[in-house]
Each structure stands twice: as structure tokens, then as C-alpha cells.
């Protein structure tokens, strides 16, 4: 039997799990993506794109497609999607693989500000100007209105679009994985005072992490939320072999 499985994407780390499991025999994998990123990378496997209506409309997809296995690697501040994929598998008696990444732990040298979300963050900024980089998705930029005084370099995937209703404010385009060397080069020249990141984890933004610490610059840390899946793995290692052991007990079930 072709065993099935459907990942939810967002991340490097969805990427990179669904070209492995495509050099497994026998698997069909499809990679579902929200569909925010104008140009996303070409991923390995087949795409959709788009939500699915809420937890019951995950689960009736999971169901009307027969997939065998769900597994859940979006990005770690996708608190909705994943708590809609917690309630799909119990509804579509599917098995749930949640892949988490582990958060940054402050080293010695970091000056970290640590906060629960966004608003707090515009907040932890100060009510004196300084020059912000702003290391956030576009969604999470609008708060950043409410403090005009900063002067504000702004990176994202996609282009800022309307622009931030602040008088100062510039804006990158750039995908990661991001160098070390760039990263300090970049925020030496633009002079950064202070760098506003949530702890996403993972290689490929901690040059940024790593660059505040050597320069000594204050990073404003959103913290990350609780998953809402009971039982994660750390890593893509780690989901390959959950999802073989899956497997194994389904195999074992139909004997």
C-alpha cells in the first residue's frame, strides 16, 4: 500500500523534510503552503497553496484525499494553523507530527528584551529615536506605526505593501539563509541602535543573533508560544524517524 502524507509548509525546514521523504520509495507527499509568498522557493514535492477552511475543513481534506499521516511544519508562530492541525487528526483519526524547532538561548554577551508579543515589543523600543531593524514578517509590522520616532530598516521576504505610515522608514527585500559577516557589515553600516526578532530558531536567521552579540546591540526577543501539540520533535531527523515508527504501527494495524 502507498502510504500518504500531508505536510503543512512555511519553513526551510518543511522544505528540506519533504525532499528526504521524496527519496523514500513508495510515499505520497503534498506540501501545503498558506500562499503569502509572492515568489516561494520551488519545493521538491507537489504544492497546494491556500488555506483549508478552519480545522473542519483540514480534516474533510484529510479525509477526502486518504491521507495517512499529518504532519506539521510550519513556522514555530503559526499558533492557528497548528492548533487547527492538533484538532484535524483527532477528527480525521490521523496521526499528528508536530516538527519544532528549538528556540535561541541566550549566550553570554547577548543583550536580549524579553517579550510576549508584538505590541510589547513597539513598547520595549523606548520613547527615544533610534535607529530599529525590524527582523519581522509584514504582518507584524503595523503596530510599529504607533512609534514614528525610531528610524526604521525594514526586512522582509516580499515588499512592504502599503509602506508603514511612520516618516522614516527603509525597507529590504532578502531570503535567508543570512551570513554572519553580512550580517554585521549590514548593521554596522545602517547603525542600528536596537533589532526587534522573534525566536523563530534554526540556522539561517541567527546570523543576525549572533552579529548583536558581537557588536552589542539590544535585541527585543518575542517569545514564542506554547505549541499546541502535546508531543513535538525537535528536528527533521527527528521527523523522519517519528514518521517511519508511524508507519510501522499502521503497517502492524492492518496485519
Not at 516538527?99 to 535561541?104: C, F, G, H, N, S
Not at 527585500?173 to 530558531?201: C, H, Q, W, Y
Not at 521527523?239 to 499502521?250: N, Y
Request: aromatic fraction near 6%.
Amino acid at each position: 500500500m502507498t502510504r500518504s502524507i500531508l505536510i503543512l509548509g512555511g519553513t526551510a525546514d518543511a522544505r528540506i523534510l519533504s525532499g528526504k521523504l521524496a527519496e523514500e520509495s513508495g510515499y505520497r507527499i503534498l506540501l501545503s503552503m498558506a500562499g503569502r509568498t509572492r515568489e516561494p522557493v520551488k519545493q521538491p514535492v507537489p504544492v497546494r497553496s491556500g488555506g483549508f477552511g478552519g480545522a473542519d475543513g483540514l480534516a474533510s481534506f484529510i479525509m477526502e484525499n486518504a491521507f495517512d499521516l499529518l504532519v506539521d511544519a510550519t513556522h514555530p508562530y503559526a499558533a492557528r494553523i497548528s492548533a487547527n492541525a492538533v484538532h484535524a487528526a483527532q477528527q480525521a483519526q490521523v496521526p499528528l507530527i508536530a516538527l519544532e524547532r528549538a528556540v535561541w538561548q541566550r549566550q553570554v554577551g547577548d543583550h536580549w528584551q524579553a517579550v510576549a508579543d508584538v505590541k510589547e515589543a513597539v513598547c520595549a523600543v523606548g520613547s527615544s529615536s533610534k535607529n530599529a531593524f525590524l527582523a519581522l514578517g509584514r504582518q507584524e509590522l503595523l503596530p510599529f506605526e504607533a512609534a514614528p520616532q525610531h528610524n526604521y530598516l525594514i526586512r522582509s521576504v516580499d515588499p512592504v505593501e502599503p509602506a508603514l505610515a511612520v516618516p522614516h522608514a527603509r525597507y529590504m527585500t532578502a531570503r535567508g539563509p543570512f551570513v554572519l559577516e553580512d550580517e554585521i557589515t549590514m548593521l554596522r553600516d545602517n547603525r542600528i541602535d536596537i533589532i526587534v526578532s522573534k525566536n523563530s530558531g534554526g540556522a539561517a536567521a541567527y546570523g543576525k543573533i549572533e552579529a548583536a552579540r558581537q557588536l552589542g546591540i539590544e535585541v527585543v526577543m518575542i517569545e514564542r508560544p506554547p505549541h499546541p501539540c502535546p508531543a513535538t520533535v525537535p528536528n527533521i531527523e527527528a521527523a523522519l524517524t517519528a514518521i517511519q515508527h508511524q508507519f510501522s504501527l499502521l503497517e502492524n494495524r492492518c496485519e
